[in-house]
Protein backbone atom coordinates (compact mmCIF):
# COMPACT_ATOMS: atom_id res chain seq x y z
CA UNK A 1 0.00 0.00 0.00
CA UNK A 2 1.60 3.41 -0.45
CA UNK A 3 2.25 5.97 2.23
CA UNK A 4 1.21 9.56 2.17
CA UNK A 5 3.30 12.11 2.10
CA UNK A 6 1.51 14.71 3.56
CA UNK A 7 -1.41 14.77 6.51
CA UNK A 8 -4.40 13.93 6.41
CA UNK A 9 -7.20 16.95 6.87
CA UNK A 10 -10.45 15.13 8.07
CA UNK A 11 -14.28 16.14 8.49
CA UNK A 12 -16.11 13.61 11.04
CA UNK A 13 -19.72 14.29 10.90
CA UNK A 14 -21.13 12.47 14.49
CA UNK A 15 -23.93 13.86 16.46
CA UNK A 16 -22.69 11.09 19.31
CA UNK A 17 -20.13 12.29 21.25
CA UNK A 18 -19.36 8.83 22.75
CA UNK A 19 -19.09 7.55 19.08
CA UNK A 20 -16.67 10.59 18.43
CA UNK A 21 -14.20 10.09 21.13
CA UNK A 22 -13.98 6.11 19.66
CA UNK A 23 -13.70 7.19 16.55
CA UNK A 24 -11.12 9.77 17.19
CA UNK A 25 -9.36 7.46 19.21
CA UNK A 26 -8.95 4.77 16.55
CA UNK A 27 -7.86 7.49 14.43
CA UNK A 28 -4.83 8.25 16.69
CA UNK A 29 -3.84 4.99 16.90
CA UNK A 30 -4.46 3.43 13.39
CA UNK A 31 -0.50 5.11 12.09
CA UNK A 32 -2.08 7.39 9.51
CA UNK A 33 -1.25 10.86 8.88
CA UNK A 34 -3.42 12.73 10.72
CA UNK A 35 -3.80 16.29 10.60
CA UNK A 36 -6.16 18.44 11.93
CA UNK A 37 -9.64 16.32 13.04
CA UNK A 38 -12.23 18.84 12.78
CA UNK A 39 -15.63 18.10 14.33
CA UNK A 40 -19.50 18.73 13.27
CA UNK A 41 -23.07 17.33 14.81
CA UNK A 42 -25.37 18.06 12.35
CA UNK A 43 -24.98 18.73 8.94
CA UNK A 44 -26.34 22.36 8.70
CA UNK A 45 -22.55 22.94 10.19
CA UNK A 46 -21.26 21.40 6.99
CA UNK A 47 -21.21 23.71 4.62
CA UNK A 48 -19.74 26.39 6.82
CA UNK A 49 -16.61 23.95 7.49
CA UNK A 50 -16.09 23.14 3.80
CA UNK A 51 -15.67 26.87 2.91
CA UNK A 52 -13.70 27.51 5.61
CA UNK A 53 -11.12 24.22 5.72
CA UNK A 54 -9.63 21.95 3.39
CA UNK A 55 -10.82 18.13 3.53
CA UNK A 56 -9.27 15.04 2.44
CA UNK A 57 -11.96 13.13 3.66
CA UNK A 58 -15.18 12.95 5.14
CA UNK A 59 -16.34 10.25 7.97
CA UNK A 60 -20.48 10.53 7.95
CA UNK A 61 -23.07 9.00 10.19
CA UNK A 62 -26.81 8.46 8.91
CA UNK A 63 -28.40 9.45 12.12
CA UNK A 64 -27.95 13.21 12.33
CA UNK A 65 -30.57 15.45 14.16
CA UNK A 66 -30.98 17.65 11.32
CA UNK A 67 -30.66 14.52 8.18
CA UNK A 68 -31.13 11.30 8.14
CA UNK A 69 -30.20 8.33 5.43
CA UNK A 70 -29.23 8.85 1.99
CA UNK A 71 -30.15 12.49 2.23
CA UNK A 72 -26.87 12.82 4.27
CA UNK A 73 -24.70 10.98 1.52
CA UNK A 74 -26.49 13.01 -0.98
CA UNK A 75 -26.31 16.69 0.41
CA UNK A 76 -22.51 15.91 1.95
CA UNK A 77 -21.23 15.24 -2.01
CA UNK A 78 -22.91 18.15 -3.10
CA UNK A 79 -20.98 19.96 -0.90
CA UNK A 80 -17.63 17.84 -1.17
CA UNK A 81 -17.74 16.71 -4.39
CA UNK A 82 -13.71 15.73 -5.13
CA UNK A 83 -13.73 14.16 -1.72
CA UNK A 84 -14.01 10.73 -0.21
CA UNK A 85 -16.68 9.95 1.95
CA UNK A 86 -16.59 6.86 4.12
CA UNK A 87 -20.07 6.33 5.82
CA UNK A 88 -20.64 4.25 9.70
CA UNK A 89 -23.31 3.64 10.80
CA UNK A 90 -25.20 1.64 13.20
CA UNK A 91 -28.10 0.31 10.72
CA UNK A 92 -26.30 -3.32 8.62
CA UNK A 93 -28.97 -3.88 6.59
CA UNK A 94 -26.90 -4.57 3.01
CA UNK A 95 -29.59 -2.10 0.85
CA UNK A 96 -28.57 1.03 2.80
CA UNK A 97 -24.95 0.26 1.94
CA UNK A 98 -25.22 -0.50 -1.51
CA UNK A 99 -27.67 2.43 -2.05
CA UNK A 100 -25.00 5.49 0.02
CA UNK A 101 -22.08 3.40 -2.46
CA UNK A 102 -23.78 4.01 -5.72
CA UNK A 103 -24.55 7.52 -4.01
CA UNK A 104 -21.42 8.63 -3.84
CA UNK A 105 -19.97 7.39 -0.89
CA UNK A 106 -16.12 5.11 -0.54
CA UNK A 107 -17.11 2.78 2.01
CA UNK A 108 -19.65 1.67 4.35
CA UNK A 109 -18.58 0.93 8.08
CA UNK A 110 -20.94 -0.63 10.83
CA UNK A 111 -20.56 0.84 14.09
CA UNK A 112 -18.77 -1.43 16.66
CA UNK A 113 -17.87 -4.15 14.11
CA UNK A 114 -14.30 -1.98 13.37
CA UNK A 115 -11.65 -1.24 14.84
CA UNK A 116 -8.49 1.27 14.21
CA UNK A 117 -6.67 -1.09 11.74
CA UNK A 118 -10.19 -1.64 9.43
CA UNK A 119 -10.80 2.11 9.84
CA UNK A 120 -7.06 2.60 8.41
CA UNK A 121 -7.23 0.69 5.68
CA UNK A 122 -10.76 2.32 4.94
CA UNK A 123 -9.44 5.79 4.96
CA UNK A 124 -6.28 4.41 3.14
CA UNK A 125 -7.99 2.86 0.07
CA UNK A 126 -10.08 5.89 -0.03
CA UNK A 127 -7.65 7.98 -0.16
CA UNK A 128 -5.98 5.61 -3.14
CA UNK A 129 -9.00 5.82 -5.02
CA UNK A 130 -9.15 9.36 -4.75
CA UNK A 131 -5.55 9.91 -6.14
CA UNK A 132 -6.71 7.34 -8.88
CA UNK A 133 -9.41 9.30 -9.73
CA UNK A 134 -7.47 12.60 -9.58
CA UNK A 135 -5.34 11.22 -11.95
CA UNK A 136 -7.61 10.15 -14.21
CA UNK A 137 -9.90 13.11 -14.29
CA UNK A 138 -6.68 14.80 -15.05
CA UNK A 139 -6.02 12.63 -18.00
CA UNK A 140 -9.02 12.78 -19.43
CA UNK A 141 -9.05 16.54 -19.23
CA UNK A 142 -5.98 16.21 -21.56
CA UNK A 143 -7.71 13.55 -24.00
CA UNK A 144 -10.52 16.83 -24.29
CA UNK A 145 -7.94 19.53 -24.75
CA UNK A 146 -6.46 17.65 -27.29
CA UNK A 147 -9.52 16.49 -29.21
CA UNK A 148 -10.69 20.62 -29.38
CA UNK A 149 -7.55 21.13 -30.07
CA UNK A 150 -6.68 19.32 -33.29
CA UNK A 151 -8.68 18.16 -36.69
CA UNK A 152 -7.66 15.20 -35.63
CA UNK A 153 -9.57 11.83 -34.25
CA UNK A 154 -8.29 11.00 -31.32
CA UNK A 155 -9.17 7.25 -29.71
CA UNK A 156 -8.91 5.34 -27.39
CA UNK A 157 -8.32 1.20 -26.85
CA UNK A 158 -8.59 -0.71 -23.44
CA UNK A 159 -7.16 -4.20 -23.88
CA UNK A 160 -8.83 -5.74 -20.52
CA UNK A 161 -12.50 -4.10 -21.16
CA UNK A 162 -12.02 -4.49 -24.57
CA UNK A 163 -13.89 -1.62 -24.78
CA UNK A 164 -12.89 1.69 -26.74
CA UNK A 165 -13.78 5.36 -27.21
CA UNK A 166 -13.53 7.61 -29.56
CA UNK A 167 -13.04 11.44 -29.12
CA UNK A 168 -15.16 14.63 -30.59
CA UNK A 169 -13.36 14.33 -34.33
CA UNK A 170 -15.52 10.99 -34.84
CA UNK A 171 -18.55 12.69 -35.17
CA UNK A 172 -16.92 15.75 -36.82
CA UNK A 173 -15.36 13.81 -39.88
CA UNK A 174 -17.26 10.67 -40.28
CA UNK A 175 -20.63 12.03 -39.20
CA UNK A 176 -21.06 9.35 -36.63
CA UNK A 177 -24.21 10.26 -34.20
CA UNK A 178 -22.49 11.17 -30.47
CA UNK A 179 -23.85 7.46 -29.24
CA UNK A 180 -21.39 5.75 -31.55
CA UNK A 181 -18.55 7.21 -29.65
CA UNK A 182 -18.35 4.23 -27.71
CA UNK A 183 -16.84 1.13 -29.82
CA UNK A 184 -16.27 -2.94 -28.84
CA UNK A 185 -13.71 -5.14 -30.42
CA UNK A 186 -15.56 -5.41 -33.44
CA UNK A 187 -14.67 -2.02 -34.61
CA UNK A 188 -12.20 -3.12 -37.15
CA UNK A 189 -14.94 -5.59 -38.95
CA UNK A 190 -17.28 -2.82 -38.51
CA UNK A 191 -15.48 0.09 -40.32
CA UNK A 192 -12.32 -0.96 -41.92
CA UNK A 193 -12.75 -1.54 -45.48
CA UNK A 194 -12.96 -5.47 -46.47
CA UNK A 195 -9.76 -5.12 -48.92
CA UNK A 196 -7.57 -2.61 -46.13
CA UNK A 197 -9.12 -4.94 -43.00
CA UNK A 198 -6.52 -7.76 -42.83
CA UNK A 199 -3.37 -5.81 -43.61
CA UNK A 200 -4.56 -3.94 -40.26
CA UNK A 201 -4.80 -6.42 -38.57
CA UNK A 202 -1.81 -7.96 -38.97
CA UNK A 203 0.13 -4.68 -38.58
CA UNK A 204 -1.08 -4.11 -35.25
CA UNK A 205 -0.01 -7.47 -34.08
CA UNK A 206 2.94 -7.66 -35.33
CA UNK A 207 3.86 -4.71 -33.13
CA UNK A 208 2.04 -6.45 -30.28
CA UNK A 209 3.91 -9.68 -30.87
CA UNK A 210 7.63 -7.61 -31.53
CA UNK A 211 6.68 -5.26 -28.44
CA UNK A 212 7.16 -2.23 -30.79
CA UNK A 213 5.20 0.89 -28.95
CA UNK A 214 4.33 2.53 -32.38
CA UNK A 215 2.44 1.73 -35.28
CA UNK A 216 0.65 3.56 -38.36
CA UNK A 217 -0.90 3.09 -41.24
CA UNK A 218 -3.46 4.29 -44.34
CA UNK A 219 -6.49 2.12 -45.14
CA UNK A 220 -9.95 3.39 -45.97
CA UNK A 221 -12.34 4.05 -42.77
CA UNK A 222 -16.04 4.22 -42.85
CA UNK A 223 -18.75 6.98 -42.95
CA UNK A 224 -22.28 7.01 -41.49
CA UNK A 225 -23.19 7.62 -45.06
CA UNK A 226 -21.82 4.19 -46.19
CA UNK A 227 -19.07 6.00 -47.88
CA UNK A 228 -15.38 5.58 -47.15
CA UNK A 229 -12.50 7.91 -46.49
CA UNK A 230 -8.52 7.66 -46.87
CA UNK A 231 -7.06 8.02 -43.19
CA UNK A 232 -3.59 8.07 -41.81
CA UNK A 233 -4.00 6.41 -38.43
CA UNK A 234 -1.14 6.13 -35.74
CA UNK A 235 -1.50 4.08 -32.26
CA UNK A 236 0.73 4.51 -29.47
CA UNK A 237 0.46 1.28 -27.23
CA UNK A 238 1.41 0.59 -23.51
CA UNK A 239 2.30 -2.31 -22.09
CA UNK A 240 2.67 -3.64 -18.08
CA UNK A 241 5.50 -5.21 -16.49
CA UNK A 242 4.83 -8.24 -18.02
CA UNK A 243 5.06 -7.06 -21.53
CA UNK A 244 0.74 -7.00 -21.96
CA UNK A 245 -0.66 -4.44 -23.80
CA UNK A 246 -3.11 -3.03 -21.63
CA UNK A 247 -3.85 0.75 -23.92
CA UNK A 248 -3.66 1.99 -26.96
CA UNK A 249 -3.95 5.65 -27.91
CA UNK A 250 -3.72 7.06 -31.04
CA UNK A 251 -4.83 9.85 -34.01
CA UNK A 252 -6.64 9.74 -37.22
CA UNK A 253 -5.83 12.19 -40.02
CA UNK A 254 -8.43 12.74 -42.80
CA UNK A 255 -6.69 12.17 -46.07
CA UNK A 256 -9.39 12.75 -48.54
CA UNK A 257 -8.70 16.53 -49.07
CA UNK A 258 -4.81 15.38 -49.69
CA UNK A 259 -5.74 12.73 -52.08
CA UNK A 260 -8.21 14.82 -53.72
CA UNK A 261 -6.01 17.19 -54.45
CA UNK A 262 -2.50 14.73 -55.17
CA UNK A 263 -5.27 13.52 -57.91
CA UNK A 264 -6.25 16.85 -59.17
CA UNK A 265 -2.54 17.68 -59.50
CA UNK A 266 -1.33 13.96 -61.22
CA UNK A 267 -4.44 15.39 -63.73
CA UNK A 268 -3.29 18.56 -64.25
CA UNK A 269 0.75 17.41 -64.62
CA UNK A 270 -0.55 14.86 -67.07
CA UNK A 271 -2.86 17.32 -69.45
CA UNK A 272 0.21 19.52 -69.06
CA UNK A 273 2.63 17.17 -70.07
CA UNK A 274 -0.18 16.17 -73.01
CA UNK A 275 -0.20 19.35 -73.95
CA UNK A 276 3.52 19.75 -74.11
CA UNK A 277 4.13 16.77 -75.87
CA UNK A 278 1.32 18.35 -78.66
CA UNK A 279 2.95 21.28 -79.02
CA UNK A 280 6.58 19.70 -79.22
CA UNK A 281 4.96 17.47 -81.94
CA UNK A 282 3.74 20.44 -84.09
CA UNK A 283 7.09 22.52 -83.51
CA UNK A 284 8.76 19.07 -85.16
CA UNK A 285 6.12 19.18 -87.76
CA UNK A 286 6.52 22.67 -88.56
CA UNK A 287 10.29 23.00 -88.60
CA UNK A 288 10.11 20.21 -91.31
CA UNK A 289 7.83 21.91 -93.41
CA UNK A 290 10.19 24.89 -92.94
CA UNK A 291 13.24 22.76 -93.79
CA UNK A 292 10.96 21.06 -96.97
CA UNK A 293 10.01 24.83 -98.36
CA UNK A 294 13.65 26.23 -97.59
CA UNK A 295 15.32 22.79 -99.63
CA UNK A 296 12.03 23.34 -102.27
CA UNK A 297 12.07 27.06 -103.07
CA UNK A 298 15.95 28.11 -102.40
CA UNK A 299 18.87 25.33 -102.56
CA UNK A 300 16.83 22.46 -105.01
CA UNK A 301 15.95 25.67 -107.38
CA UNK A 302 19.58 26.78 -107.19
CA UNK A 303 20.59 23.57 -108.24
CA UNK A 304 18.10 23.33 -111.16
CA UNK A 305 19.63 25.89 -112.99
CA UNK A 306 23.30 25.08 -111.86
CA UNK A 307 22.01 21.48 -113.71
CA UNK A 308 20.27 23.09 -116.40
CA UNK A 309 23.81 25.51 -117.44
CA UNK A 310 25.79 22.11 -117.15
CA UNK A 311 23.78 20.46 -119.65
CA UNK A 312 24.17 23.78 -122.15
CA UNK A 313 28.03 23.51 -121.44
CA UNK A 314 27.82 19.53 -122.20
CA UNK A 315 26.38 19.91 -125.19
CA UNK A 316 29.27 22.52 -126.68
CA UNK A 317 32.21 21.73 -128.37
CA UNK A 318 33.74 25.11 -126.13
CA UNK A 319 33.22 25.81 -122.66
CA UNK A 320 31.34 29.46 -121.97
CA UNK A 321 33.26 31.04 -119.36
CA UNK A 322 30.37 33.01 -118.42
CA UNK A 323 28.64 29.88 -117.72
CA UNK A 324 31.33 28.83 -115.53
CA UNK A 325 31.34 31.85 -113.56
CA UNK A 326 27.45 31.52 -113.19
CA UNK A 327 28.07 28.03 -112.25
CA UNK A 328 30.51 28.81 -109.20
CA UNK A 329 28.55 31.84 -108.41
CA UNK A 330 25.67 29.58 -107.86
CA UNK A 331 26.86 26.70 -106.20
CA UNK A 332 28.33 29.82 -103.75
CA UNK A 333 24.57 30.30 -102.77
CA UNK A 334 23.91 27.19 -102.37
CA UNK A 335 26.55 26.40 -99.79
CA UNK A 336 25.34 29.66 -98.34
CA UNK A 337 22.51 28.57 -98.23
CA UNK A 338 22.89 25.13 -96.41
CA UNK A 339 25.21 26.53 -94.10
CA UNK A 340 22.33 28.77 -93.17
CA UNK A 341 19.54 26.38 -92.89
CA UNK A 342 22.36 23.81 -90.36
CA UNK A 343 23.14 26.61 -88.57
CA UNK A 344 19.46 27.26 -87.21
CA UNK A 345 18.84 23.68 -86.99
CA UNK A 346 22.08 22.17 -84.94
CA UNK A 347 22.40 23.46 -81.60
CA UNK A 348 24.80 25.88 -80.90
CA UNK A 349 27.73 25.43 -78.72
CA UNK A 350 27.41 28.00 -75.99
CA UNK A 351 30.23 27.23 -73.88
CA UNK A 352 33.19 29.02 -74.81
CA UNK A 353 31.23 32.17 -76.16
CA UNK A 354 28.10 32.64 -73.66
CA UNK A 355 24.36 33.51 -74.22
CA UNK A 356 25.23 37.05 -74.91
CA UNK A 357 28.09 36.61 -77.48
CA UNK A 358 25.95 34.23 -79.76
CA UNK A 359 22.77 36.18 -79.54
CA UNK A 360 25.23 39.44 -80.97
CA UNK A 361 26.85 36.84 -83.30
CA UNK A 362 22.93 35.98 -83.93
CA UNK A 363 21.92 39.86 -84.70
CA UNK A 364 24.56 40.49 -86.43
CA UNK A 365 23.85 37.50 -89.46
CA UNK A 366 20.50 39.08 -88.97
CA UNK A 367 21.60 42.86 -89.82
CA UNK A 368 23.98 41.34 -92.66
CA UNK A 369 20.34 40.73 -94.54
CA UNK A 370 19.39 44.97 -94.53
CA UNK A 371 15.36 42.92 -93.59
CA UNK A 372 15.35 43.90 -90.13
CA UNK A 373 17.94 45.78 -87.46
CA UNK A 374 18.59 43.56 -84.43
CA UNK A 375 20.03 45.48 -81.08
CA UNK A 376 21.01 43.97 -78.11
CA UNK A 377 21.39 45.44 -74.70
CA UNK A 378 23.67 42.96 -72.09
CA UNK A 379 25.13 43.54 -68.56
CA UNK A 380 25.98 39.53 -68.68
CA UNK A 381 29.80 39.24 -68.07
CA UNK A 382 31.73 36.87 -70.30
CA UNK A 383 32.89 34.96 -67.13
CA UNK A 384 29.10 34.42 -65.68
CA UNK A 385 28.73 30.85 -66.53
CA UNK A 386 25.03 30.05 -66.53
CA UNK A 387 23.72 25.93 -66.88
CA UNK A 388 24.57 24.94 -70.54
CA UNK A 389 20.83 23.97 -71.03
CA UNK A 390 19.58 27.26 -69.50
CA UNK A 391 21.66 29.14 -71.87
CA UNK A 392 20.76 26.74 -74.98
CA UNK A 393 17.25 27.30 -74.29
CA UNK A 394 17.41 31.14 -73.98
CA UNK A 395 19.18 31.14 -77.52
CA UNK A 396 16.29 29.06 -79.02
CA UNK A 397 13.64 31.59 -77.46
CA UNK A 398 15.44 34.25 -78.71
CA UNK A 399 15.93 32.49 -82.14
CA UNK A 400 12.35 31.46 -82.30
CA UNK A 401 10.84 34.71 -81.23
CA UNK A 402 12.85 36.62 -84.41
CA UNK A 403 11.38 34.12 -86.71
CA UNK A 404 8.29 35.40 -85.60
CA UNK A 405 8.64 38.67 -86.11
CA UNK A 406 10.62 38.20 -89.17
CA UNK A 407 7.40 36.10 -90.92
CA UNK A 408 4.86 38.71 -89.24
CA UNK A 409 5.77 41.56 -87.35
CA UNK A 410 6.67 43.98 -90.52
CA UNK A 411 9.45 45.23 -87.87
CA UNK A 412 12.44 47.49 -88.58
CA UNK A 413 13.89 46.99 -85.65
CA UNK A 414 14.41 44.72 -82.74
CA UNK A 415 16.00 45.36 -79.30
CA UNK A 416 17.00 42.36 -77.22
CA UNK A 417 17.58 43.05 -73.30
CA UNK A 418 20.03 40.43 -71.29
CA UNK A 419 20.03 41.22 -67.45
CA UNK A 420 20.54 39.45 -64.02
CA UNK A 421 19.75 40.30 -61.19
CA UNK A 422 20.60 38.66 -57.88
CA UNK A 423 19.92 35.00 -59.15
CA UNK A 424 16.98 35.30 -61.53
CA UNK A 425 17.75 36.06 -65.17
CA UNK A 426 15.57 38.29 -67.63
CA UNK A 427 15.03 38.38 -71.50
CA UNK A 428 13.01 41.20 -73.11
CA UNK A 429 12.53 41.37 -76.86
CA UNK A 430 10.66 44.32 -78.25
CA UNK A 431 9.73 45.04 -81.60
CA UNK A 432 8.09 47.59 -83.43
CA UNK A 433 5.87 45.54 -85.60
CA UNK A 434 1.96 45.74 -86.51
CA UNK A 435 1.45 44.06 -83.13
CA UNK A 436 -1.67 41.29 -81.97
CA UNK A 437 -4.20 40.49 -80.29
CA UNK A 438 -2.20 38.76 -77.38
CA UNK A 439 -5.59 36.63 -76.03
CA UNK A 440 -5.71 34.94 -79.69
CA UNK A 441 -2.17 34.49 -80.43
CA UNK A 442 -0.95 32.50 -77.22
CA UNK A 443 -2.83 29.50 -79.12
CA UNK A 444 -0.07 29.97 -81.83
CA UNK A 445 2.19 27.24 -81.87
CA UNK A 446 5.32 29.61 -81.82
CA UNK A 447 4.22 31.21 -78.85
CA UNK A 448 2.95 28.16 -76.68
CA UNK A 449 6.93 26.38 -78.00
CA UNK A 450 8.46 29.72 -76.06
CA UNK A 451 6.27 29.55 -73.09
CA UNK A 452 7.01 25.42 -72.53
CA UNK A 453 10.80 26.23 -72.73
CA UNK A 454 10.34 28.83 -69.64
CA UNK A 455 7.65 27.01 -68.01
CA UNK A 456 9.90 24.14 -68.24
CA UNK A 457 12.96 25.97 -65.94
CA UNK A 458 10.16 27.21 -63.27
CA UNK A 459 10.39 31.11 -65.04
CA UNK A 460 7.43 33.41 -66.06
CA UNK A 461 6.67 35.01 -69.32
CA UNK A 462 4.67 37.77 -70.25
CA UNK A 463 3.41 39.62 -73.19
CA UNK A 464 2.27 42.90 -74.29
CA UNK A 465 1.28 43.36 -77.95
CA UNK A 466 -1.91 45.15 -79.01
CA UNK A 467 -2.67 45.57 -83.40
CA UNK A 468 -0.76 48.29 -84.55
CA UNK A 469 1.80 48.66 -81.12
CA UNK A 470 4.35 46.07 -81.39
CA UNK A 471 5.12 43.62 -79.44
CA UNK A 472 7.15 43.02 -76.17
CA UNK A 473 8.18 39.80 -74.06
CA UNK A 474 9.33 39.57 -70.70
CA UNK A 475 10.98 36.53 -69.33
CA UNK A 476 12.31 35.88 -65.97
CA UNK A 477 13.79 32.48 -64.89
CA UNK A 478 16.05 31.90 -61.43
CA UNK A 479 19.79 30.68 -62.15
CA UNK A 480 20.94 27.60 -61.61
CA UNK A 481 24.89 27.81 -62.06
CA UNK A 482 26.37 24.67 -63.37
Not at 241 to 254: C, L, S, V
Not at 383 to 395: I, V
Request: hydrophobic residues 40%; aromatic residues 8%; glycine residues 6%.
Amino acid sequence: MLKATQPYNLLVIEDNPGDFLLLQQYLIRSQLPIGKITHADRMAQVPGLVNENKFDIALLDLSLPDSQGVDSVIALDHLMPQDPIVVFSGMSTLEIAIETISLGAQDYLIKGEFDEKMLAKTIQYSMERKRTMEKLLESNERFQFVNKATHDTIWEWNYATRQGVWGEGFSKTFGYPAEKQQYDEFWIEEYIHPEDRQRVIQKIQYHINSGLERWQDEYRFLNFDGTYKDVFDRGYILYDIQKKPYRMIGAMTDLTEKKKLEAELADQQLKQQKLITEVTIQAQEKERDELGRELHDNINQILATVKMYIGMIRDKETVPKDLISQCHVLISETMAEIRKLSHSLVSPSLGDIGLGEAILELAREINMTNKIQVELISNLPKDDAMDSRLELMLYRVVQEQINNILKYAEAKKVIISLKKIADVFYLSILDDGIGFDVAKAVKGIGLKNIRNRVEYYSGSMNIISSPGNGCNIDISIPITKS
